[in-house]
């Protein structure tokens, strides 16, 4: 609810017509309903052919955004007594070895989850397989 607040992008759609309307919010309560878990928005929307008053619709509200984010799967990310960290295949010395790099993590969304700090453009992180791999370990690659 904090991050919600009039000027936020939602877009709004109406499975019935199967149309999608990008629109801000223009008025947004104060607190969250303790029985139900929600709370009041309102956008104005352009009138459009097809939308009619009750309809069901499906917003979906825009509450974070980040320039030049790098984002992970959520399920690599492991812990170890050190804190969080995601395995990557590192080039050394003509070699491919598995690294383990500490990340700081931030937001996700669906399957994916930002990191803060830890990874940079370009760093391979190991999607299949990383659960077994301790740091260092050499690795190879599947050529079928």
């Known amino acids: 609810l904090g991050r919600v607040r009039p000027g936020s992008n939602i877009k709004v759609t109406v499975p019935d017509i199967n149309k999608s309307i990008d629109a801000k919010i223009t008025a947004a309560g104060?607190?969250?309903d303790n029985i139900t878990h929600s709370f009041f928005i309102?956008?104005?929307l352009k009138g459009?052919?097809?939308?009619?008053?009750?309809?069901?619709?499906?917003v979906r509200i825009q509450d974070y955004t980040t320039?030049?984010?790098?984002t992970v799967p959520?399920?690599?990310?492991?812990?170890?007594?050190k804190g969080k960290y995601v395995m990557v295949a590192s080039n050394e010395n003509g070699r491919l070895l598995a690294r383990k790099k500490?990340?700081?993590t931030g937001e996700f969304y669906g399957d994916n989850l930002e990191i803060k700090s830890g990874l940079q453009a370009g760093d391979k992180v190991i999607t299949d397989g990383f659960q077994?791999?301790?740091d260092g370990q050499l690795l190879t690659t599947d050529t079928k």
């Open 30 to 32: 104060t607190s969250i």
């Open 42 to 44: 309102e956008s104005r």
């Open 48 to 58: 459009s052919d097809g939308f009619y008053p009750n309809q069901v619709a499906v």
């Open 67 to 70: 320039n030049n984010a790098i």
């Open 74 to 81: 959520v399920n690599t990310l492991q812990n170890d007594e």
């Open 102 to 104: 500490m990340v700081t």
């Open 132 to 134: 077994s791999l301790y």
